[in-house]
């Protein structure tokens, strides 16, 4: 770890939003389209204060509408520029055709997605729900847990996104409400040390960029072949992704002093029995009760999935090897499948990982608190699956009976 | 014979650049939608970098892989995002201090339908680019359906005509007005049969952009959507605009201004029945028509205070 | 497992320098521009008009380019002194010109 002065980072208190929007600030990007929608307006104000004290030099566009946010970016990214834009739950519906745009031109465009359940039951409460819902959009996913690791999130993201190996755009997700809200303790780094950390992207190959007097063109129809080719392209640079964003990881930790571990962070897992599987803040949560499981001498732990797309495959699978017993926590809800989404591709593994009971648990839709008592509850019944009893394959913690 | 005068039109000096594209186009025979995809880059110049959505003009503006049809810088996008797309272009340019023209390209159904709320935006903003609309009053690439600028009585597959349906049962949306409304620095109407007046425009919207957003509306009709003979495009662009069908004006910062004084408008009925998509209108349909080019034309005539200066110039 | 290479890069390019595309649009022509030099003022509204933009400026006249014209008709239509007539291909020679 470096030494670290004044000079270096600032220590604030700050809320998750803000934290994105410092996040954005330091990387300097060019052009910044906006749309206010809750709970990540606050990420939006932030960047037009930065823009209007000079602290952040880029073109602003307050656009008529997310959908025009991120057609914005993705064309500003086509020309050249480092880009950024936020959204949230019906905003990132209202955008999903121009995302499909910017992943399959292979824009690096990075955007902050504060998670808010979306579909036809309106909610404004927190709920991965949006972020699942854009799984197969051929973005990276990030998800964050607190409000600093949203604001190194979107440093690495722009390391990933731009890394010329890559070139996909990264979505970073966190909780709204919980995190977009909550003023917690963040170190800032300066802009310099942050240029330090991405100046390795202007040693690597320039990627095709849309200039004046060039007859290239961006968006050509893909035919036959031509569309296999590029689709094909586009999901290698996915399996790529997982072991740049490691690596990013590392060079963070070994640049800032702070690692989570990359694709994901394991809490307490080495010689656990029953391990969960969570993202997001209720991973803080989650950790404090391991923490009295383990005093009380059960062997438990947590994997924390930091990123969703590429889905980290070969380290999930290594880390639940051998365990007793799995219980996958989603944020959301799977139409039409048995158990939540991330538990449906956590089981998709568990012919390679070994023959632990997988249980599904459906938690904190719309901001009903996955609390400590919950995770005991979903503790308890691992517990149960680890001895062999019978237990539900998918329970709605978060239903009151 | 008389004595053959050697002159070229004086059109042609207004062509001060190469055609960008290639020899044989997709494009109908006889579309004129060809002929403005011609026309404008080499009034505008090389400096264009250009976005196209799905489209008429889409299979001609995007390659296929590899290969293109021209080699004009294009960004191929969607019909949702068409100015959203423009303005990113248009901004990061600025930014990087490029002097270039952002030229955004699209039909009728981008500017007047899906994509009429990131057009209105970007106007709102004005945003530095021109956006060329080519309205043939319809989806005529997914095979001639009905958009909001397709005219009262017109007969489209879903606009058609039987015994319960006689066309389009309402009227259209007047878009270049709308945004001349937005009181962008330039806006106009334009078409193919007055190439002069077209080239002036869009130099004028080059020198304008400079100040901010542009707005072209270039009646095209489609000869295979409405039912017109391939040679017979250009009459129907006339007649559109002698019968004040489609006036030809121009707006900076909002004030209109005709650029074709139309001293005795023909009736609709001259224009309409030289189209097939109005072939089954009765004299009832053709007299709505009528009070719809009325209609529009009046608001034209007190925006720009024509009416003023000695009523209507009929 | 490798796929056939179009793109040199990662996203969906074209690039002109490499390889232009065209279709064989003079096949689509059932009647062709016939132009009768002597009559044509060379005004070019043949040319400003067609929208295939393959009337070839001659000097004292225009001639089509057959290659690429699609038979509209347009400049017949347009030529301010009839010295274009539509023929049907059937009646003209086989070659180009």
Redesign the interface.
């Known amino acids: 770890m470096q030494a670290r002065s004044e000079q270096d980072a600032r220590i604030m208190v700050i809320t998750g939003n803000a934290a994105a929007a410092y996040g954005a600030m330091l990387c300097r990007p060019?052009?910044v389209?906006t749309y206010p929608i809750t709970p990540q307006t606050e990420v939006i104000e932030k960047l037009f204060e930065f823009a209007a004290s000079g602290e952040l030099d880029?073109?602003m566009?307050?656009?008529?509408?997310e959908?025009?946010?991120?057609?914005?970016?993705?064309?500003?990214?086509?020309?050249?520029?480092r880009?950024f834009t936020a959204t949230s739950s019906w905003g990132l519906a209202f955008m999903y055709?121009?995302m499909l745009?910017a992943s399959g031109t292979r824009a690096p465009v990075v955007m902050v997605n504060v998670n808010r359940e979306t579909p036809g039951i309106i909610a404004v409460s927190s709920g991965q729900q949006d972020m699942i819902s854009t799984r197969d959009s051929g973005w990276i996913q990030l998800v964050a847990e607190d409000c600093q690791e949203i604001l190194d999130q979107v440093l690495m993201a722009y390391r990933l996104a731009e890394d010329h190996d890559i070139q996909v755009p990264v979505m970073v997700n966190y909780d709204g409400f919980y995190l977009s809200y909550l003023a917690g303790k963040v170190e800032v780094p300066s802009k310099k040390r942050v240029s330090d950390f991405l100046a390795v992207l202007n040693e690597q190959p320039k990627r095709q960029i849309?200039?004046?007097?060039?007859?290239?063109?961006?968006?050509?129809?893909?035919?036959l072949q031509?569309f296999v080719e590029l689709r094909y392209k586009h999901v290698q640079a996915m399996e790529r992704a997982k072991a740049a964003f490691d690596a990013i990881d590392q060079e963070f930790a070994s640049q800032f002093g702070r690692g989570y571990g990359g694709q994901i962070e394991e809490y307490r897992t080495g010689d656990a029995d029953i391990v969960l599987v969570a993202s997001g803040s209720m991973c803080g949560t989650i950790k404090t009760v391991v923490d009295r499981k383990r005093e009380q001498g059960l062997p438990v732990g947590l994997v924390r999935l930091r990123m969703y797309r590429p889905f980290p495959s070969e380290k999930l699978t290594q880390v639940l090897k051998d365990r007793k017993a799995v219980g996958v926590v989603d944020r959301s809800v799977g139409f039409g499948i048995q158990g939540g989404p991330i538990y449906s591709e956590v089981c998709s593994l568990s012919a390679k990982f070994g023959g632990a009971s997988v249980l599904s648990f459906i938690d904190g839709l719309a901001n009903t608190d996955v609390t400590s008592d919950h995770v005991e509850q979903m503790l308890d019944l691992l517990s149960a699956a680890a001895r062999g009893e019978p237990c539900p394959q998918v329970t709605w913690v978060c239903m009151e009976e | 014979m008389t004595e053959?005068?050697?002159?070229?039109?004086k059109?042609?000096d207004y062509l001060q650049y190469d055609?960008p594209?290639?020899?044989?186009?997709?494009?109908c025979?006889?579309?004129?939608?060809?002929?403005l995809a011609?026309f404008v880059p080499q009034v505008l110049g090389?400096?264009?970098?250009i976005?196209g959505t799905p489209s008429c003009s889409a299979?001609v503006l995007?390659?296929?892989?590899?290969?293109?049809?021209?080699?004009?810088?294009?960004?191929?996008?969607?019909m949702?995002?068409a100015?959203?797309?423009?303005?990113?272009?248009a901004?990061?340019?600025?930014?990087?201090g490029?002097k270039?023209?952002v030229v955004c390209f699209n039909g009728d159904g981008t500017a007047s339908d899906i994509g009429f709320?990131?057009l209105?935006?970007a106007a709102?903003?004005n945003e530095p680019f021109i956006y060329i609309c080519y309205d043939n009053e319809g989806y005529m690439n997914t095979g001639i359906q009905r958009s909001s600028t397709t005219p009262a009585g017109a007969r489209t597959t879903t606009s058609p005509v039987g015994r319960m349906t006689h066309g389009k049962d309402v009227t259209s949306k007047n878009l270049p007005l709308l945004m001349a409304m937005h009181k962008v620095p330039y806006a106009a109407t334009a078409t193919?049969s007055y190439?002069e007046d077209l080239a002036k425009k869009l130099l004028k919207a080059k020198e304008k952009k400079e100040e901010g957003f542009c707005y072209l509306h270039v009646f095209c009709p489609c000869p295979t959507g409405w039912g017109v003979?391939?040679?017979?495009?250009?009459?129907l662009c006339r007649m559109a605009v002698k019968t004040n069908f489609f006036p030809l004006w121009e707006a900076e910062n909002g004030e209109i201004r005709f650029t074709r004084e139309v001293n005795k408008p023909k009736p609709i009925g001259e224009y309409t029945k030289l189209i097939k998509k109005f072939e089954h209108l009765d004299e009832q349909g053709v007299a709505r028509l009528q009070k719809d080019v009325d209609f529009n034309h009046s608001i034209l005539m007190r925006l720009s205070g024509s009416c003023e200066q000695g009523g209507r110039h009929d | 497992m490798a796929p056939h290479t179009?793109?040199q890069g990662e996203g969906p390019?074209?690039?002109?320098d490499?390889?232009?595309?065209?279709?064989?649009?003079?096949s689509?022509?059932s009647l062709r521009p016939v132009v009768d030099a002597e009559a044509?003022?060379?005004?070019?509204?043949c040319a400003?008009?067609?929208?295939?933009?393959?009337m070839i400026n001659k000097g004292?006249y225009f001639l089509p380019?057959l290659?690429?014209c699609?038979?509209?008709?347009?400049c017949?239509?347009?030529c301010p002194r009839g010295a274009i007539i539509m023929k049907p291909e059937g009646e003209c020679d086989a070659s180009k010109e």
């Open positions: 060019d052009v389209a880029a073109e566009v307050p656009v008529e509408g959908n025009s946010a991120m057609n914005v970016v993705t064309a500003a990214s086509m020309a050249g520029g880009v055709d121009a745009a849309l200039l004046p007097g060039q007859p290239l063109g961006c968006g050509t129809h893909g035919i031509g | 053959k005068k050697k002159k070229l039109s059109v042609f055609d594209y290639a020899g044989g186009l997709t494009f025979a006889g579309c004129p939608l060809e002929s011609r090389d400096d264009i970098v976005t299979p995007l390659g296929q892989n590899i290969g293109t049809w021209h080699r004009m810088p294009y960004y191929g996008t969607l949702t995002g100015a959203a797309n423009a303005t990113g272009l901004r990061m340019y600025k930014r990087k490029i270039n023209t709320g990131n209105s935006g709102e903003r193919m190439l003979p391939t040679d017979g495009s250009l009459d | 179009y793109f390019w074209s690039d002109a490499q390889l232009m595309l065209y279709l064989d649009t003079g689509w022509r044509c003022i060379y005004c070019g509204l400003l008009f067609c929208p295939t933009q393959c004292e380019n290659e690429f699609k038979g509209c008709g347009v017949a239509k347009e």
